[in-house]
């Protein structure tokens, strides 16, 4: 299975929220869901699923949990030679403009429902949390790795997150909350979207 997935934006890479969305829709089956999903590196081009280990030529992984199965399966993101040649209009920072920042409680929440994605409103709240706390004179805060404990509702009221760790400026790990309820963590770090190796 391959992924068709467009550039989001102006970005030169595809995006973390692209390959969850698509995990959900077109990879998991029955009571399956994304528990996890681990980027090793920037990826610029469409991905191939392999089930089997093939953790040097990956570019990242994921676990699917079935809960019927009460089991987790993990597959590999291994980058092909296709681009990926569309790209649809994104307006970030428009999605959480009305977001709330606590900088001394290093955390931030919204208190909107809107059209995005669950986890697009999750990033975005976490890149506008780091880019106020902790701003980068190079390089940009990217998503490292997320973990989910169930399925991401559809509607809420209220999402959050909350900087559990900062390390050396250049790395984070953030609890994520959904109407008060933890929901999982989102890793930030800093990455160059311009290296392609």
Not at 132 to 150: A, D, I, R
Not at 176 to 183: A, K, L, Y
Request: with cysteine.
């Amino acid at each position: 299975m391959k992924t068709n997935l467009q550039f989001k934006g102006g970005r030169t890479y595809l995006h973390s929220t692209d390959f969850y969305d698509w995990l959900m829709g077109d990879v998991c089956e029955g009571d399956e869901w994304v528990t996890k999903l681990v980027f090793k590196k920037i990826i610029n081009h469409q991905c191939e699923i392999v089930w089997e280990k093939t953790e040097d030529q990956s570019s990242g992984f994921f676990e699917l949990w079935n809960r019927q199965a009460d089991s987790i399966k993990r597959g590999w993101l291994v980058e092909t030679r296709e681009a990926a040649v569309k790209r649809y209009d994104y307006d970030e920072d428009s999605l959480v403009s009305v977001a709330e920042i606590d900088e001394e409680g290093q955390s931030i929440h919204m208190n909107r429902q809107c059209s995005a994605s669950t986890i697009e409103v999750i990033v975005a709240l976490t890149k506008k949390l780091h880019n106020t706390l902790f701003p980068l004179s190079s390089g940009k805060w990217l998503v490292g790795q997320l973990e989910f404990l169930g399925p991401l509702p559809i509607s809420y009221k209220t999402v959050g997150v909350n900087v559990d760790r900062i390390i050396k400026g250049k790395f984070s790990v953030c609890s994520i909350t959904i109407d008060g309820d933890t929901v999982g963590s989102i890793r930030f770090i800093v990455g160059d979207p311009d290296d392609r190796h």
